[in-house]
């Protein structure tokens, strides 16, 4: 089977906004754009940015809703985690490693864009901890 691309829609209320947060910020490429859409490529997968009317409100934490990725070569995380600092990118939660000394120790940050989309980025120590299934793993905080 081939690589699929994953596809994600979200809210936002403000293209020009979004674009200075994704393409500006982050390094996204821009694909087609509407008045109430666009489309851009984040890190080869479909991000589809969609206007609403509805209003777009925080969550208390960063459960259950976010999104992001997961970097295989730790350069490259912190390549977007110091391109985030450099742009002055809302850190929701600052960079932290968790679970040291464990299988499923991982380096992370989440971001905020302007509507409130949380964004998770993760590098693995081992990257069979990202699918992997072990008895008594953590997944998630309490």
């Given amino acids: 089977m081939t690589a699929a691309i994953f596809h994600l829609a979200i809210p936002i209320n403000d293209v020009a906004k979004a674009k200075q947060f994704y393409v500006e910020g982050l390094g996204c490429t821009l694909g087609r754009q509407s008045p109430q859409a666009m489309i851009l490529n984040f890190w080869d997968h479909q991000v589809v940015a969609h206007v609403s009317h509805d209003p777009l409100t925080p969550q208390r934490g960063i459960y259950p809703r976010h999104f992001g990725l997961i970097f295989p070569v730790e350069a490259d995380w912190e390549t977007t985690l110091t391109r985030a600092k450099n742009h002055n990118l809302l850190f929701r939660e600052p960079e ?47």
């Fill in 96 to 142: 932290k490693r968790r679970f040291p000394g464990q299988l499923t120790e991982h380096r992370t940050f989440f971001l905020e864009d302007p509507f409130y989309n949380l964004l998770e980025f993760k590098y693995y120590c081992h990257a069979e901890a990202i699918f992997s299934p072990q008895a008594g793993a953590a997944v998630g905080d309490r």
